[in-house]
């Protein structure tokens, strides 16, 4: 086992890190890069319209086109994408830091609401996309698309990025509707990616009774056993930095651990087969709520920003990425043959994306109205219109998912495999650019509040996500703290539901 | 130019990041590894003899006798050691903490006297070691080593590690010896790889005087030319942040931005061909020295920590990776037939890397208090000791440079160049355990101050580095803060010297 894994990264490594000189180039354009877009973002952040997601995708479009013109049209990107790169490095800090910055005490009043819109409101979303491009995609004649490659087209439609309207949302003046939009985002992610590992692990050709049931049951084990998976890591982290008093003499250790435990937690679920993203997300909330509490003051500061750094860059580090890649001759080539198919493929796509969303916001807001009493719990019709939209754009795990199912080893080979791509970077571009460039007008005419306006004047809600968190919320409840050791028993042997009920009632 | 890259990263990406079982399995056992070391260095604390080196060290070696007992004597690693891997990745951020963290105004007190240490100091000790090698070693059998292989031995042996015993001087107490020790160790760092470069890049075939004139030349160009670099890429990386006001709204903007700086100029320098050592080094003294005053209060905080944190980790990881790679079976296979000449070529560069320390230390410091009046700011022989002895071990540098020049992507096929791969194991091993087991006791026996050996038995000192230096010296000399555009002009148009008279004489 060992002896495969060490040939297998001495090749890699030979190639990846080898001191070659070109190699050297692209890492320095690449993190030149970077740092342009924190920069350009820093400068356009009073800007309208502008946030950083779509700058890092127009300098990236724009270093793809300039690396198109100097190679003679050979190529566009300095790396190509890969989604396991995606998966490995950039999306845990992401979502790790979703988990560690949310807002817990909104977030678990809400989160039976959450859970119907991420989980329920996915699967319909899925189910619609999916159903819709089997129906529609029949008359065109675009290739051989089998019913695994449309149940993995819903899965990756269904995939929102609510980043760009999280920006502009304000946390403390919209506490319900931010809370929703973004505790659903998460929980969207996570149910896509589960969805998606759970087609392409199953054998699609003949569905029955049997099948169906065997894929329900698979997907909740799935749900349930990376949350466990998650808690008891963050939960582990707690008691041995409280145990062990870590901080007594150094931070960094404290901080080392932490980073380490939660990545951890994120490949041990790789290693099960489970949804590393949800297991990722968990550990995050359970570490801001216990071990958060444990370490010195300064490894709090440091933690918080630390994670909200590797998250930011990670999500830059996206946007580049994919607007590099965007513009990948070899994908293009089949399309140039028929481009009104393609921008066919591409308008369905958008249509069933805007279709599939309204499918379940406004019902499920609907039944969830039902249930409140209080008029301020309920969701108005302009907070089920700004919900509706805020998942609307399409981003990297759509990508990522696209990826996966149409390339092998970033080559696209199959005519049907190569337009599903393009219909993706093209879906993914046009909502993030489009649609992302409305959101701030849009959400400034639903949401008319004075100090809403006020404030984004004053370009503060332009600045990224976890700036928008202003602190973590723990210090609110740090009343209900409870004994670390008695959680631990609680938490072990509680189940799942367990778990989210003694947040909840927390 | 970007299609080779391209292809190159898609083929490794494709081998490296695939989502092989395998490859998750062994990332697991790394991740879980760090962590038990971290947890082990901490309880070991308060052990008289043990630091996290060698913790890390132990625990690497077994884990390789698991392996190897698992996989039937196949292998006993879980990645193979790569010096890319190390150059790339791990090396910048330890250098980069070692000058952010440094007291700066210690650092220049005794710049000369560090200077003559870890720049002619490593050149004496290279001339011995590396002539030695040649005298001894034709008397044995062992293959054909040219010339380059000899002077490559002595830059080789000429780089130190002393993470051991910065671990058991205390900053506070005995300043001047911990600075000397400090300062030379990264000086020497960087002069042994500069050397190394030098040497690999040289046709050493035939060597005359006009040759050796461009060697020094090329020799002092590349240390200057990187010095400037760094300085100018942190002097940058403050007047953006200064004049940007990035601080305004984001923390998480200023540290990305100062961690891709930093990276960004370790990477130019990698891309000039220039000693990128230096240059990160250069660079994290002047960030800590304007940047650091630039940025919000939390900044300050994160980076201070997060440095040292990524400077830790890589740290332990080197030692986990090479205790690991240690037991490779390919490599001691050539050795298995001639075991006693392997035990002799080992112990012969062990004496002359004792000698050849011995033959710099003691005369340099008699030179060095010549020129001192008082008699505090003299070395005592106590300290010429302790400095000596804090020189002696060998690291993770020597692996790197040796695995550089002896292998051909981790595979040893030449007989010669197994038993310098092996004789570096050896040594490295023996000196960092044995030596560095000894350093404590040692250290306490020389300086025997009553207040260091209270702090000793708190365990204050054997606490990483990063905690030794309590906190960043840059409090002191705030005062003689001096407007940051006219420092960037002085900077800029001064040269290496004239930058660090300013520094020196400020």
């Known amino acids: 086992m060992a002896v495969d894994v060490s040939s297998l990264s001495e090749r890699s490594v030979e190639m990846l890190m080898t001191s070659d000189h070109t190699s050297v180039v692209s890492m320095n354009l690449f993190v030149a890069l970077l740092c342009a877009c924190i920069l350009l973002g820093h400068l356009l952040e009073e800007s309208r319209w502008m946030n950083e997601s779509i700058t890092a995708l127009a300098i990236g479009l724009c270093t793809g086109v300039i690396i198109l013109l100097t190679t003679g049209g ?11 790169l995606f998966f490995i490095y950039l999306l845990p800090p992401i979502i790790f830091n979703a988990g560690f910055q949310v807002k817990k005490k909104q977030f678990f009043r809400n989160f039976m609401t959450i859970m119907t819109f991420g989980a329920v409101g996915t699967l319909i979303s899925f189910a619609i996309i999916s159903l819709g491009a089997m129906h529609f995609f029949h008359k065109f004649n675009i290739g051989s698309l089998k019913i ?48 998606f590992n759970a ?107 630390t994670f909200a750094t590797l998250s930011f860059v990670a999500e830059i580090f996206i946007f580049l990425y994919v607007g590099m890649d965007a513009l990948d001759i070899e994908k293009w080539r089949f399309v ?84 599903m791509i393009t219909s993706t970077i093209t879906v993914v571009l046009f909502s993030t650019v489009v649609f992302g460039l409305m959101t701030k007008p849009l959400v400034r005419i639903l949401l008319p509040s004075s100090k809403h306006i006020g404030s984004m004047i004053s370009s503060e809600p332009s600045s990224p996500k976890s700036i928008t968190v202003p602190l973590l919320s723990n210090g609110q409840d740090s009343e209900v703290w409870i004994e670390i050791g008695f959680s631990v028993h609680l938490f072990i042997h509680s189940r799942i539901w367990g778990v989210v009920t003694a947040f909840y009632t927390r």
């Open 336 to 419: 140039s043959d028929s481009p009104g198919k393609s921008i066919a493929v591409s308008s369905i796509l958008l249509a069933l994306v805007l279709v599939g969303r309204a499918a379940f916001v406004f019902p499920l807001s609907f039944l969830t109205n039902l249930t409140k009493k209080s008029p301020s719990d309920k969701i108005s019709l302009k907070q089920q219109v700004t919900i509706w939209w805020a998942g609307l754009m399409r981003g990297s795990v759509s990508m990522a998912l696209a990826y996966n199912q149409f390339t092998r080893s970033g080559h696209t080979d199959l005519r049907a495999n190569a337009i």
């Open 148 to 195: 695994g490659d449309y149940l993995a087209l819903g899965a990756i439609f269904s995939a929102t990025d609510s980043v760009c309207t999280l920006q502009v949302l304000n946390q403390d003046e919209t506490p319900l509707l931010y809370s929703l939009v973004f505790g659903e985002g998460v929980v969207n992610d996570a149910t896509s990616v589960v969805l």
């Open 74 to 84: 050979k190529s566009s990107h300095l790396l190509v994408f890969s989604e396991d």
């Open 199 to 305: 087609i392409q692990s199953f054998d699609l050709s003949h569905i029955n009774t049997s099948t169906a049931l065997q894929f329900i049951g698979n997907f909740l084990y799935l749900f349930a056993a990376s949350t466990i998976l998650g808690v008891v890591a963050g939960l582990l982290s707690a008691y041995v930095i409280k145990k062990l008093y870590f901080g007594r003499h150094s931070t960094d250790r404290e901080v080392a651990l932490m980073i380490l435990m939660a990545y951890l937690s994120y490949i041990l679920s790789e290693l099960f087969y489970l949804s590393a993203i949800l297991t990722v997300f968990f550990c995050g909330i359970v570490m801001s709520h216990y071990t958060w509490h444990n370490v010195t003051e300064s490894s709090r500061v440091t933690t918080k920003h």
